[in-house]
C-alpha cells in the first residue's frame, strides 16, 4: 500500500489555530462573567442550589482560556 505524505504548504492555516483562538474568546468570555458572578452572585434561578457556590463558570471559563491559549500558540502560522 503506497503512502502519501502531506507536506503542509507554508501558506496553509490549521484548522487547529482556528479552533484555539475560538475556544480562548469563549473561555475569556466566560473568565469574565465567572468573575463577576463571584463578587455579584446572580439570583439562583438557572444553577443547581449545589452548584452554585462550586463557580462553574468561573472554572469553565479558566480551563477554556488555558486550552484555547495552548491551541492557539502551538498551530499559530509561522513565517517560513
Not at 479552533?19 to 443547581?48: M, S
Not at 468561573?58 to 500558540?73: A, D, E, S
Amino acid at each position: 500500500m503506497e503512502h502519501h505524505e502531506h507536506k503542509a504548504d507554508p501558506t496553509e492555516i490549521s484548522i487547529w489555530f482556528f479552533c484555539g483562538i475560538l475556544v480562548l474568546a469563549y473561555g475569556l468570555v466566560l473568565l469574565v462573567t465567572g468573575l463577576a458572578e463571584f463578587h455579584t452572585p446572580p439570583p439562583n434561578e438557572v444553577l443547581l442550589p449545589w452548584l452554585q457556590p462550586l463557580h462553574p463558570t468561573l472554572w469553565w471559563g479558566l480551563l477554556m482560556t488555558v486550552l484555547g491559549g495552548i491551541y492557539t500558540v502551538r498551530f499559530r502560522p509561522r513565517r517560513s
